[in-house]
């Protein structure tokens, strides 16, 4: 797949009988194109089976610009971009008029913010996001959902682990914003970028919600059992709903430094030292699990890759 530049749209699907719309979006970070390419090999082979389709599947690329660039960002991250605020004040202009790196984020959001606003006001019946990810660090795929039952009830349909919580304590993500739109989301973390199975796992999210969302029955779908296999080998024993209890900030003041061997959705028990920061040993409150354990690459050619982000704890819920 070539990562020159491209038009923003991957696929459209859909468009003539009264149904749900399912918005996938790939590469909101440009350094993940597996989620990208994901969406392009599903839709592209419902298009090429002339499957039909209930309401629209739209698959759209988040940061075209910085998928271009093979960078995680250009200048912002545009994953921590979509405020109240921000989305109150934001104009109309052309984002192509932006001349530096500096405005390219906010090109980015003005022009995915106007095509996300189309297709919701153009919806006939609920509107669902998949936001296709993936992670430095390896570890199982797994779901970041909200916390309404609607929330609840899709994610329910995919055999991943959901974990609940991040998005309140991360300000300006995608899926947090068009949750407040009235959307039914979900973020889906494929596994470390690299890892061989992340594309399948990716594509697998794909084809099981196209069937929860109700946009294609599993008939029209032959990989749909196969993808279900494939995500709960992957889910092992782990549980299906995740609570975070505890975000670990990894600003400069703090000094943030993760204990080596952590992967994502890492199992630990009570009292295992996780990291350390100025203000000592950081140890894990309860049995639990280690969330998106930040690890600097070396060199390191952009800020720190998760923002403040340091790591994030969480525990089984109910």
């Keep these: 797949m070539s990562l020159g530049f491209r038009p923003r749209a991957i696929e459209r699907l859909g468009g003539g009988a009264t149904g ?3 918005i996938a979006i790939g590469g909101l970070h440009g350094n993940e194109p597996a989620g990208v390419a994901a969406i392009g090999a599903v839709l592209g082979r419902l298009r090429e089976r002339g499957a039909a389709i209930q309401g629209d599947v739209i698959g759209l ?4 610009r910085a998928l271009a660039a093979r960078r995680r960002f250009l200048a912002r991250d545009l994953n921590r971009l979509w405020t109240p605020a921000r989305m109150a004040a934001l104009l109309p202009p052309d984002p ?5 790196t500096d405005g390219a984020e906010i090109a980015e959001l003005i022009e995915l913010a106007g095509e996300l606003e189309r297709a919701i006001a153009a919806a006939r019946g609920p509107v669902f996001v998949l936001d296709l990810h993936t992670s430095p660090v390896p570890g199982p795929p797994f779901g970041v959902i909200g916390g309404t039952p609607a ?7 995919l055999p991943l682990p959901a974990v609940l919580g991040i998005e309140e304590r991360i300000e300006g993500t ?4 068009l949750a407040g739109r009235g959307c039914v989301t979900m973020a889906i973390e494929g596994g470390q970028a690299d890892a061989p199975a992340t ?3 990716l594509e697998a999210a794909v084809a099981l919600a196209l069937v929860a969302s109700g946009c294609a029955r599993a008939a029209q779908l032959p990989e749909a059992a196969a993808a279900r296999q494939l995500l709960t080998r992957a889910q092992g024993a782990l549980p299906a709903l995740i609570e975070v209890t505890q975000r670990h900030e990894a600003s400069p003041e703090r000094e943030l430094r993760m204990e080596p061997g952590f992967a994502s959705l890492s199992p630990v028990a009570a009292g295992t030292l996780l990291a350390r920061d100025r203000s000592g040993e950081l ?7 280690v969330i998106y354990p930040l690890y600097h690459p070396q060199p390191q050619p952009q800020p720190q890759p998760q923002g403040t982000d340091g790591f994030f704890f969480g525990r089984a819920a109910s």
């Design 20 to 22: 749900p719309t399912l």
């Design 61 to 64: 690329i988040g940061n075209v």
């Design 96 to 100: 192509w008029t932006a001349p530096t």
């Design 151 to 157: 929330h609840r009830a899709f994610a329910a349909q």
């Design 174 to 177: 995608l899926t947090r914003h």
């Design 199 to 201: 594309a399948a796992h």
């Design 283 to 289: 140890r894990a409150p309860s049995d639990g699990f």
